[in-house]
């Protein structure tokens, strides 16, 4: 059923009255004054009529009984005929009464009779009018002294005669708009609203799908793009189940291997004081893959925990967190590479601190793996990672640049895309999509920057103000 009060076509009828009747006012207003125009020329007109006979007939007065009938005929209470100059009394009651306003009927434009109709609605009733004008073509000029009595009761009854002709009109204009509206548009909303509320109680369900029809008009092509948009959630749908089904296996076997790998690493650990010389030789071999494949898992586990702490951010001393990646990251001394750090020790950041240091540090290991990589031949390349930071504003800017071979071609096209970035053996792809969302989490970014030069270098920009990350990953 549409509703007639709070619905759309129902607010259109209603509005359409209104609108109507406002038109009809503008209209009222000329038409009254001109309905009062045409009273006044009437009643001068046959007073003329009767005048002229009068005056070529009886050169002297009339006798009082017909100049009371003429008066009577007339609804006047004086009639006077001017010619050549001079003015005839034609008929008069005894005692002619006081004149309150005076009419000019050659003489009257548009806004002044509207003004006088006005008058006369409002103000009228029981006044005493003087009304002249010319008669015909002649010179003559026929004049009339009368109440306005019965002209304000004819454009009373003119006006309630308008009102609610207007009324009509109104109503079936608003009736028929309310009708086609309905038919046009209320109805396709109303398809197109259901068929939302009934998709979203169960998005999987493909026979839910809008099917829109074919019409050119408006509201069909936007049941089309909501067609296109159910199908293409439900596709969605259909591999992200299987995706999660996918990671929650994959999540639950690392888990366990996790396990598994740190109960090897701490027997394998025992292996360094073993004096077996064959022992010795592969011991850090085997100690290093058994690093690789625990840092493998972990990071696999951090991406697949889906609900990431909000970032708890607090002011933190910048200088001090690089200082503990640098610690970290433990760099051998016999690989030559140099750690630069340009950081004023008093520059602050509004951060989780755990957050921001993996950020930092994974983009530092990944620097430090590059220039380890880089020539091991040769001693005189210049290996060295700096990491900068400025406030600007509200703003904290901190880049980290290395002399490396550079972001090589298939991490630089899967960019920040988990487990297609990596180009390393061993690598999961995972560290610059996890660094890339921790720093989402803080309303910042993160941007591998184009530089002239060989190396690589990502530009992380923090502003001060919290965020939480499921806010972030409801937007993503
Ligand atoms: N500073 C860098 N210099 C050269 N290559 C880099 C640098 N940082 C990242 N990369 C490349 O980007 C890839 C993706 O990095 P990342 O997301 O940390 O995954 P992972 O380290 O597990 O491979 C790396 O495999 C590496 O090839
Ligand atoms: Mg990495």
């Not at 005048?51 to 100049?67: K, N």
């Not at 109680?201 to 509201?219: H, I, M, N, W, Y």
């Not at 607090?314 to 051998?332: G, H, K, S």
């Amino acid at each position: 059923m549409p509703r007639l009060f709070s619905g759309l076509s129902g607010r259109l009828l209603w509005l359409t009255v209104v609108f109507v009747m406002l038109a009809e006012i503008l209209i009222f207003m000329p038409s009254v004054a001109g309905m009062r125009m045409n009273w006044l020329r009437d009643r001068l007109d046959t007073a003329a009529a009767a005048g002229i006979v009068i005056d070529g007939l009886q050169p002297a007065e009339l006798p009082r009984a017909v100049q009371d009938d003429t008066l009577l005929a007339t609804g006047t209470k004086l009639i006077a005929l001017k010619k050549d100059g001079t003015s005839r009394l034609l008929a008069a009651v005894d005692v002619p009464p006081q004149v309150d306003d005076q009419y000019d009927l050659a003489d009257i434009s548009m806004p002044t009779s509207m003004k006088d109709a006005l008058n006369t609605l409002f103000f009228g009733g029981g006044r005493v009018m003087r009304v002249y004008g010319p008669i015909g073509e002649s010179e003559m000029i026929i004049e009339l002294v009368m109440t306005d009595d019965a002209l304000r009761k004819d454009m009373l009854r003119y006006s309630k005669m308008m009102f609610v002709l207007s009324l009509v009109i109104s109503l079936i204009t608003a009736i028929l708009i309310f009708l086609a509206i309905n038919r046009m548009m209320i109805l396709p909303i109303r398809r197109l609203t259901l068929s939302m509320r009934k998709f979203s109680e169960q998005p999987d369900d493909p026979s839910r799908v809008f099917t829109a029809d074919k019409s050119r008009g408006e509201l069909a092509v936007a049941g089309r793009f909501l067609t296109n948009m159910q199908v293409e959630l439900q596709r969605t749908l259909r591999q992200q189940k299987n995706l999660a089904d996918l990671g929650l296996a994959v999540s639950k076997i690392n888990h366990d291997m996790r396990n598994i790998l740190a109960s090897a690493q701490l027997m394998s650990d025992r292996l360094v004081d073993v004096e077996d010389p064959m022992v010795r030789s592969f011991a850090p071999k085997l100690l290093r893959t058994i690093d690789r494949a625990v840092g493998y898992t972990s990071e696999v586990l951090a991406y697949g925990q889906a609900s990431e702490a909000a970032p708890r951010r607090r002011r933190i001393r910048l200088a001090d967190l690089c200082q503990e990646v640098r610690d970290i990251l433990a760099i051998d001394p016999e690989a030559g590479i140099e750690f630069v750090e340009q950081i004023a020790a008093d520059l602050e950041v509004e951060a989780d601190s755990e957050q921001l240091f993996r950020v930092i540090h994974n983009l530092c290991r990944n620097a430090v793996q590059a220039l380890a990589n880089l020539d091991p031949e040769d001693a005189t390349v210049v290996r060295r990672m700096t990491i900068s930071a400025q406030r600007i504003g509200s703003v904290v800017s901190i880049t980290i640049d290395d002399t490396g071979p550079g972001m090589p071609r298939k991490a630089r096209e899967n960019l920040f895309s988990a487990f297609r970035g990596s180009a390393r053996s061993g690598g999961t792809g995972l560290g610059l999509v996890i660094a890339r969302e921790l720093v989402l989490a803080h309303s910042g970014t993160i941007a591998l920057v184009e530089k002239p030069g060989p190396g690589t270098q990502f530009r992380i920009e923090i502003p001060d103000r919290p965020v939480s990350l499921e806010d972030y990953r409801a937007r993503a």
